[in-house]
Each structure stands twice: as C-alpha cells, then as structure tokens.
C-alpha cells in the first residue's frame, strides 16, 4: 500500500519557539493532504485540509495564523506550529488520500508527539 | 468532523474471543472505513465497505453494514494480543475529506 512519512516522530520545544511538522507521500502524488489533531483517548480531530498549489481550507475555530500550512509539491506538505505555547502541546498527524478506483482510503502518517515547555 | 458514534468506548476480552465494534452515522455515505491506530501511533486502514454491500471479510474481519439503521459493525474472530488497538470507523465527504468515529480502545488480555 501507499506510504506517507511524517517527521519528526516527537519533538519538545521551548515555549515561543515554532515547529515545523513535515508529511510526505512516498510512492504517490497527494494534491491533497489532511492535518489532525489528536487528544488523549479521543477521536481525530480534523484542523486542516492542505491544498497543493493554493491555500489551505482550515476548519472553524482552527488559527490559520498559528498553523501555517504549506503544501509546495505534490509529495511534501507541511504544518509550522507559530509561537508553540504548552496548550499546543498534542498528538499531530497526517494523512493522504489515495483516490484510485472511486475510494477514498486515507494513508496516515505515524505522528508527530508535540510537547511546549 | 465526528459524525459517528462508537460503542463501546473501550472493549477488554480474552485472547481468542470474538470482538465486536459498532459504528453509527449521520447521513448518507459513498462508503464506510475501519481503521486501527496502535498506541501514540498514526492511522491504518483495515477494510472499505461500499453502500451497495451489506458484507465484507478480510481474513479475521468481517464487517456488515447497515444503511437502513444508518450503522456498521467490525467483528474481529479469534483475536490476538497484538489486536490490541484503536478501532474508527469513518466515512466520507465529496472532498476526500473523512468523517470519524469517537473509536473504541480494544485491550486483548493474554
């Protein structure tokens, strides 16, 4: 199957400090990619949609002045955490969509482990 | 972006028995996904079931769908420790964009 690379896996950082969240498509052209956030024990919750070649469509209540988001090829997009303060500190994750034969199967990154100090 | 609900929340059997998750949704679906995430780990995509199917096996899984009740089920058969995981369901958008389940946490106990 296809393979999406996130990186880094963890990262801890000085309050202040931004963080840049990298997800690549391997094997397979992505147009689009998903950014996910994840709590503890809960569901994914879904940040923003990264478009290649235009902005990214953010969901409400999401700052998309504190999340950049930048999706400059068809394999690289990546998530810059601005000014990270401790209540960002979280579980990130990235998928892509392999659209082939009319499905929509979401290929994941492994996650970044946020944690501001 | 949850639609979906999951019960149970958490589901704690013994090795080898069967486990069962639900999954139910709000509106009409192209298809529905079951995904397994182990621990502090990202997403993988177990099995699609389209609309127009009521069945589908792979290997110990089986999940049935429900359009009528609007609901899905996952059955794991003689499960395993390495089972172990997160289940969502989740289905989709026009966008590509996935709808998610609350997920049910699955502890097998050797």
């Known amino acids: 199957g296809a393979v999406v690379s996130q990186h880094p896996s963890r990262v801890i950082c000085k309050s202040g400090t931004s963080v840049k969240i990298e997800c690549r498509s391997l094997d397979f052209q992505a147009t689009t990619m998903f950014w996910y956030r994840q709590f503890p024990k809960q569901s994914l919750m879904l940040m923003a949609t990264s478009n290649e070649g235009s902005k990214a469509t953010y969901e409400q209540g999401v700052e998309k002045d504190k999340f950049l988001i930048n999706h400059a090829s068809l394999t690289l997009s990546t998530l810059t955490v601005t000014s990270a303060h401790p209540e960002d500190s979280s579980f990130y994750i990235c998928?892509?969509?392999?659209?082939?034969?009319?499905?929509?199967?979401?290929?994941f990154g492994a996650g970044t482990r946020l944690s501001v100090l | 972006s949850q639609q979906g609900e999951e019960d149970p929340q958490a589901l704690s059997i013994q090795e080898g028995e069967n486990a069962t998750m639900n999954c139910s949704y709000k509106?009409?679906?192209?298809?529905l996904q079951w995904y397994r995430q182990n621990s502090g780990r990202g997403l993988v995509h177990l099995i699609l079931i389209r609309s127009n199917e009521r069945e589908k096996h792979s290997g110990r899984l089986r999940v049935t769908l429900d359009t009528s009740k609007k609901s899905s089920s996952l059955l794991i058969t003689a499960s395993r420790a390495a089972d172990t995981a997160s289940y969502f369901c989740a289905t989709d958008l026009s966008n590509y964009q996935l709808i998610w389940g609350a997920g049910t946490k699955l502890i097998i106990k050797p």
């Open positions: 998928s892509a969509p392999e659209t082939g034969l009319a499905k929509n199967i979401q290929y």
């Open positions: 509106t009409s679906i192209n298809n």
